[in-house]
């Protein structure tokens, strides 16, 4: 019996994903394997500059969806806080010159600072840099992490938290990011997902799973299908929401890195056929 061809459409990966290859070689084997869309992280453009970079990635055919990443408020003294909006502000410019709509924020955190000072400066951080981006046409979105990174990669941890700073700030340039890494364990998260659907703010959505027994809190993500997230049931939650964008691919694994990047491209796709393809 034959069977219908996988629907690759709404797949994107994450540069970050094949994390050994240049910007060029991630767009030939992205083109090659026949992904269509991808999220730029910063590194990769760095060689290249946003003006060269973004003149390849109009010329690939690729969709960017989203460019990771700015944030990194958070910081003791003011200069330094100040420093971090001036850099946010360079991001966003950035993202406008390769072509991005959307600017995804990590929002950062200070080891042995009070979360509620973090938390406090982070809504001051996105309020500074949020006219610069409305001015340039470029979406921000705040993206919760897992709470195992409240130290100091993000005090934002919860969707909540993330649905909070947009209600608070207001304005149409600002959204949330469903990362099912980070918020897969929280028991508000479909409540919230609805919440964020209902106000429009469901900006991206990130994919990867989480391996049992996690062997590196950062760079051991698992394939879908090789953990305990229920991806589909979380992405069901996200559609029902009225999110119609991009699974976005994002996997931090040394141990893919650490391969043949061609033969990770295919085993993600065997992945994504398998949980996720319609």
Known sequence: MRTAPVDFSNLCLHTMTTKPWSLTEAIEGYREAGIPAVTVW?????????????????????????????????????RERSKAVDDNRRAIDEVAEIGAPLLVLVCGAVPGQPLEESRKQVADGIAAILPRAESAGVRLSIEPLHPMYADSRSAVNTLK?????????????LGVTVDVYHVWWDPDLEREIRRAGANGWLASFHISDWRTPTRDLLNDRALMGEGCIPIRRIRDWVRAAGFTGHDEVELFSDECWSGDQTKVLERIKRAYATCLAE
């Open 42 to 78: 910063r590194q990769h453009i760095e060689p290249f500059g946003p003006k060269k970079a973004g003149t390849l990635l109009r010329e690939s055919g690729l969709k960017v969806v989203s460019f990771c990443r700015g944030g990194f408020f958070p910081a003791v003294t003011e």
């Open 161 to 173: 938290q993330a649905n909070d700073v947009v209600e608070t700030l207001g304005g149409a340039g």
